[in-house]
């Protein structure tokens, strides 16, 4: 019962970090849990330390850790979702359809996938 209340999980300490806008910190500490093994396939790390680039307004370090996320889990609908809402703004269409394509295969009423399609559609 003890693990289950751990607070010292990474994943929290780095959310910990977004929610007080500690960006450098969190990624100074994203560092060496990258390194560590135990981590370095961790899914939720990969998404959160992307979202923390987003954040920071560097998207391609955030598609790299979207990509890293996909290539473990293919069809994570978060990395998914933020995924194509990147590519359309960056008007990538090919990129979008793909990533809405998988989004659908999971979750065919997806509002978010849906409202990303929309907007795309309207540029």
């Known amino acids: 019962m003890v693990g289950l209340f751990n607070k010292n999980k990474p994943q929290q300490?780095?959310?910990k970090f977004i929610k007080e806008k500690k960006y450098?910190?969190?990624?100074?500490?994203s560092v060496n849990l990258e390194k560590d093994e135990k981590y370095r396939n961790d899914t939720d790390i990969?998404?959160?330390i992307g979202?923390?680039?987003f954040l920071k307004g560097d998207i391609?370090?955030?598609?790299?850790?979207?990509?890293?996320v996909l290539?473990?889990?293919e069809y994570d609908i978060d990395a998914l979702v933020l995924k194509a809402s990147i590519l359309a703004g960056m008007?990538?269409?090919k990129g979008v359809i793909e990533c809405c394509d998988k989004i659908k295969e999971i979750d065919p009423k997806n509002t978010t996938m849906q409202k990303i399609l929309y907007q795309f559609n309207e540029l």
């Open 13 to 15: 300490k780095l959310r």
């Open 24 to 29: 450098a910190e969190a990624l100074k500490y």
């Open 46 to 48: 990969a998404f959160i």
């Open 51 to 53: 979202t923390i680039h």
């Open 60 to 68: 391609e370090k955030t598609l790299s850790y979207m990509n890293k």
């Open 71 to 73: 290539e473990i889990a």
């Open 91 to 93: 008007k990538n269409k």
